[in-house]
Every structure is written in C-alpha cells, then in structure tokens.
C-alpha cells in the first residue's frame, strides 16, 4: 500500500517563542508508527511578528486548510476562548484551552494539560504524603495543574503567584469546584514551604528563557517532594537543587508526553501508545 493511500492529518500549534517545541516530533513519529500521514505545524506567532490577536484568523486559515486541530500554548490559552464554537466541561472549568479539534466546521476547546499531570503523577509521586502542597503559579498551566492534584485528593492546594489578584482568582474557582477548605493564598512563602508535603512550579521560572528558581534552595527539605512542568531543560535548576537535597522529584516531560497522547487521540480518534511515546520523548 503506497503512502498516499494512508489517511493524513494536518495540525499545528500556536503560540510565542515555540521554535524548541517537542510536541511536533512527538505527535509525527506517533502518527507514522500508527500508519498515518500525520503533519505537525508550529504557527509561532513571534516568528510570525503577530500577537494573541491574530487568533481569529489564524483559527479561519486553520479550518479552510483542513487542519483536524491545533495545541494552544502561551499566550493564548485564555484568549482563544471566546472564540470557539464549544467548550469540553473541563476547558470551561479551567478557562484555559489547550487543544482546539475542528470538525464539521465547528471548533471545540479541550484541556489535556491537567490530565497529562494526573497520569505523570499517578506515575512518577504515587506514594507521597499529600496533605498540603504549596503551587507556584496561577496561571493557565497553573489553573489546569491544581485541578489535578485536589482531583488526585490533594487536602489543601496553598497558591503562590507574584500577581495576588490572580492568586485570589484561581484559589475562589478552586473553592467553588472542590470546597472551601481545599485552596488558600496569601500565606508567606517560607511558612507555606515550612508546612507542605510537596510544592510544584508552574511558573515559567527555570526554563532555558528565564533562569531562576519560584523558591530559595534553602527552603527545600528532604522530607518535601518538588515538581517542576518545566521540561526544557529537563532537570532544571529547582530540580537539581531538590535532588541534592534528598528530595523525590518529578520533571515537567511526562505531563509534555501525556497532554500530548490526550492531544492525539482528539486529533485522531485514536489511542496513542504512551509507552512508545514516553521512551521517543527520552531519546530526543
């Protein structure tokens, strides 16, 4: 059976500063080893020299070109909402979009973003103590990332964001879906680290672009679990820090792979393998 017989699948993804994205490779070589002609665009809107406003037509050029659907990364995870035709449950939950599938001339928004970070975890930190974990970051990666650990039963989420207002958003929506008790803010840093089971960043902080770290090494403790949804570089300075330190530790690529095999099957229809997915993401 010669290749122009096998069905195709164009997608892309949109949004700033992408050009080190995995997420293309990631979804071809699956494609390939699932018998498709499966493309994978990146739509960098810096490279392009436009901003989230460009979405509109972004998203009228994606559904005339035949595009099955696009990932939604920074910054237009929240702008690209309005936008849409239709919602899933847990994008309307989240107010964040990560995965926008075109069919029948309608566009409808998902977020596999926090079910990538359920299936690592279960994974990666299955027997840590989760009484009380301290997030930095509230934002759209934030929002989906709370989500799932008060969905894993998490007792209390403690949220951390530099921007106070949005801190106080995200803890309100969380209350709302999960309980009163289950989210906080406004505690110090330091008191929240000296009472938590495990802290996670979702901040940009500790990429390649903006080195740092969400919290001093000093606060890090053997006792404490640290995750980081940074995946480039892989170990970042927080994880390195934790990791001398005697932490359990947990890097950003299995939530990269797994929102990746959610992305897939909406795109497709079908099962990616997770397995071959996570080991390709290894070599790469």
Same mark, same amino acid.
């Given at each position: ?8 699948? =164009? ?14 490779? =990631?979804?071809? $070589? ?10 994978? $665009? ?51 939950? !989240? ?21 990538? +970070? /359920?299936? *690592? ?30 969905? =894993? ?14 801190? $106080?958003?995200?803890? *309100? ?10 989210? *906080? ?9 000296? /009472? ?20 001093? /090494?000093? !606060? ?46 909406? +795109? ?5 393998? /997770? ?5 390709? +993401?290894?070599?790469?």
């Amino acid at each position: 059976m010669d290749s122009w017989h096998h069905p195709s699948v =164009l997608v892309g993804l949109v949004g700033t500063g992408i050009q080190a994205s995995r997420t293309p490779a =990631l979804h071809e $070589k699956e494609g390939a080893e699932q018998g498709l002609r499966y493309v994978y $665009k990146l739509i960098d809107l810096e490279t392009l020299g436009l901003g989230a406003d460009a979405l509109p037509e972004i998203l009228t050029a994606a559904r005339r070109f035949g595009f099955a659907g696009l990932n939604i990364t920074h910054p237009c995870k929240q702008a690209v909402i309005p936008l849409l035709d239709e919602l899933s449950s847990d994008a309307a939950a !989240l107010g964040a979009v990560n995965t926008v599938v075109l069919k029948d001339g309608r566009s409808v928004g998902h977020n596999t973003d926090w079910w990538g +970070f /359920a299936e *690592s975890f279960q994974r990666e930190l299955p027997d840590v103590r989760r009484d009380l974990v301290v997030q930095f970051g509230a934002g759209g990666a934030g929002a989906a990332v709370a989500h799932a650990l008060l969905t =894993l039963g998490i007792g209390e989420v403690t949220i951390i964001d530099t921007d106070e207002t949005r801190a $106080k958003a995200l803890v *309100s929506a969380l209350r709302e879906r999960f309980g009163e008790s289950r989210a *906080s803010n406004g505690v110090s840093v330091k008191d929240a680290m000296a /009472a938590a089971d495990g802290m996670v960043n979702t901040t940009p902080l500790g990429m390649a672009k903006y080195p740092g770290m969400a919290v001093p /090494a000093d !606060l890090l403790r053997p006792e404490l679990w640290v995750v980081d949804i940074v995946y480039f570089p892989l170990e970042t300075e927080l994880l390195r820090q934790a990791r001398v330190r005697g932490c359990s530790i947990m890097s950003g690529g299995g939530m990269a792979v797994f929102q990746a095999v959610g992305a897939f099957r909406l +795109f497709t229809g079908l099962e990616a393998n /997770a397995e071959r997915m996570l080991q390709h +993401f290894a070599e790469m």
